[in-house]
């Protein structure tokens, strides 16, 4: 349900045509909300079908040119519903956890590679939000930012930077499991040799 409201939210920062929403989706929202170019597309018939959202009159001739939306009473009204409505969080759906605790039963191998190739991927998404929080939210501005946007890319530094802490501990506590063991070795049921 959350799709049709950031499409609202996007429009009434900037009216857009579909091709534009998509490059911001790409930018910005995409960080935290992805969506494919149909998805978009899909959406905003959805939306103007409603009544919520209305394509713009064009300036010139019409052959050619990308229709812009903007949003209409109904949109707006809409998206202040859904932005006071309470919802629960949700449950994280990590895979790669899922992939921990069952390598915890058939073992480790392969799995230092792919924690390897998360870390790799969290550490780039967590420069690329700092270089946005660099260029965006300059600290000599920080009182004439949006603080709500900051907010909403601070979570996203957040989130990156646990995962870029966890993924390495968890690499380091992997190295000891995939180490090879000495016969006289204490296993997890108890010493090798009991006297």
Do not use: C
């Not at 040119?65 to 202040?80: F, H, I, S, W």
């Amino acid at each position: 349900m959350s799709l049709p409201h950031a499409i609202l939210t996007a429009l009434l920062e900037k009216p857009s045509s579909g091709l534009e929403l998509t490059r911001r989706f790409d930018k910005s929202i995409g960080f935290f909300w992805p969506a494919t170019h149909q998805q978009i597309y899909r959406e905003l018939g959805r939306l103007e079908a409603s009544g919520q959202i209305r394509a713009l009159q064009p300036d010139g001739p019409v052959r050619g040119q990308k229709k812009e939306y903007e949003v209409l009473p109904d949109g707006r009204a809409e998206l202040a519903r859904w932005t006071a409505e309470g919802a629960d969080p949700r449950a994280v759906r990590e895979p790669l956890l899922l992939r921990l605790r069952a390598a915890a039963v058939v073992g480790t191998d392969g799995l230092a590679a792919e924690l390897e190739r998360h870390l790799a991927v969290h550490r780039e998404q967590l420069a690329d939000y700092r270089q946005i929080e660099r260029r965006d939210f300059p600290a000599e501005r920080a009182d004439t930012g949006n603080r709500l946007q900051h907010a909403v890319l601070r979570a996203g530094i957040g989130l990156e930077t646990f995962w870029v802490q966890w993924l390495t501990e968890t690499l380091d506590t992997l190295e000891p499991l995939d180490a090879p063991t000495s016969p006289d070795a204490p296993t997890p049921s108890g010493p090798a040799n009991p006297s």
